[in-house]
């Protein structure tokens, strides 16, 4: 059964620190690896790797994936009080297309 | 907003009652997805509807079922509710079939359905 972990499950930060949000994976026939921030209500898309060593970046925030050792990293700089969310990792892949698994999600909290 | 609309935005029932959740994808979308978020469970995927047909299920009741009609909209439902299936419903939408392997899922806001 395909499966993602993602650590820590919740972070403390102040305004300006940088984060660093884990995700690992166990998956049979990989497609993709997605990361998603959910504020109140909607998980809203950031990213998805398909390509190992290939980094995306959009504004402060970017990540990679590294293939071999099935793990992804959402990086945060200069965190501001709006990054405030739960951050997820899904991966696509096993024999169900479609079918994003869904990691618990890291809480992060930034404090002024 | 990701152009992903769902109604109604709350819905409060009782248990043993039928209740349909309604999602209309992004304009041009084939694909629609519903998932079910819980406190204790996350966000665990239901089931993938591509233009009509059913593509993969994930671990939903049997007491659930959905369909996607001609217009590209689906809904979702759920009968003989119980208390635990008090959750977050989201659908979510993509251009192609495999949604996550070459193209994206976008989410709407979710239905939140109380169980009472």
């Known amino acids: 059964e395909d499966k993602v972990v993602q650590s820590p499950l919740s972070l403390v930060v102040h305004e300006g620190d940088t984060v660093t949000l884990n995700c690992s994976y166990e998956v049979t026939n990989f497609r993709s690896l997605l990361w998603y921030k959910q504020e109140k209500k909607a998980p809203t898309f950031l990213f998805m790797l398909t390509s190992s060593g290939i980094e995306k970046k959009s504004g402060r925030l970017s990540s990679i994936l590294d293939k071999k050792e099935l793990f992804s990293i959402l990086n945060i700089t200069a965190t501001?009080?709006?990054d405030?969310?739960?951050?997820?990792?899904?991966?696509?892949g096993g024999t169900s297309y479609g079918k994003l698994t869904f990691g618990q999600g890291t809480i992060l909290t930034v404090h002024p | 907003d990701s152009g992903v609309t769902q109604t109604p935005k709350h819905l409060i029932t009782a248990t043993g009652q039928r209740v349909t959740l309604r999602c209309s994808p992004r304009s041009g979308d084939l694909s629609v997805y519903w998932y079910q978020q819980s406190l204790d469970q996350g966000l665990q995927f239901l089931i993938h509807y591509y233009n009509g047909?059913?593509?993969a299920k994930g671990n939903i009741l049997e007491r659930f079922?959905?369909?996607?009609?001609?217009d590209l909209h689906s809904e979702l439902n759920l009968s003989s509710l119980e208390l635990g299936?008090?959750?977050?419903?989201?659908?979510?939408?993509?251009?192609?079939v495999t949604?996550?392997?070459?193209?994206?899922?976008y989410f709407g806001p979710g239905t939140r359905l109380t169980v009472l």
């Open chain 1, 80 to 82: 501001q009080t709006g």
């Open chain 2, 85 to 96: 299936d008090s959750a977050l419903y989201f659908c979510a939408s993509s251009v192609g």
């Open chain 2, 65 to 70: 079922s959905a369909q996607q009609f001609p």
């Open chain 1, 84 to 92: 405030s969310a739960v951050y997820l990792c899904a991966e696509a």
């Open chain 2, 99 to 105: 949604g996550g392997g070459t193209d994206t899922q």
């Open chain 2, 53 to 55: 047909e059913e593509r």
